[in-house]
């Protein structure tokens, strides 16, 4: 199995970062605008990515929330996406240090390292900015409006 790994120092209250991560509105903030579903434990969160130009869909997901820590983590599992998704599981660990709330990320259960595992990782750290962005700043970079890193956005 192989993980994606990232920690990112967000200069704001726990609370708030939490907020970000365990509700639809914070997700459309940071990852992608076009988030839908509801984020209680059980329940379905839909993400969909578009071109920044055209508007066409690129691809999403549809994430089963199984964890909401108030303040100490956010888990969803892959149900539907790239056949490289399906299975995995996104979690989200927080805690406090030195002012700083410490995101340590994690897109776990790969079955084996890709290509597109070094794309998705390189684009995690980008929306993981755009995280620290909108907690710190009030102004997120969700798609479509994140960072194009190559021919496969």
């Known amino acids: 199995m192989v993980d994606i790994l990232h920690r990112v120092g967000v200069k704001a209250p726990l609370s708030e970062v939490y907020e970000a991560l365990a ?30 130009t055209t508007g066409e869909e690129m691809g999403g997901f549809d994430l089963r929330v199984e964890e909401l ?19 995995t599981h996104i979690d989200f660990d927080l805690s406090e240090q030195d002012g700083y709330t410490i995101v340590r990320f994690g897109h776990l259960g790969w079955k084996e390292a890709v290509e597109f595992t070094n794309h ?11 995280l620290k962005h909108l907690v710190e700043t009030g102004q997120g970079e969700p798609s479509p409006d994140d960072v194009e890193i190559s021919n496969w956005h």
């Open 23 to 52: 509700t639809t509105d914070g997700i459309a903030g940071w990852w992608t605008r076009d988030t839908a579903g509801t984020s209680e434990v059980g329940d379905l969160v839909t993400t969909r990515f578009r071109h920044h």
């Open 120 to 130: 998705c990782s390189t684009k995690w750290a980008v929306f993981l900015m755009s």
């Open 69 to 87: 820590e108030p303040k100490s983590r956010v888990s969803w599992l892959v149900e539907d996406g790239p056949a490289e998704w399906i299975g």
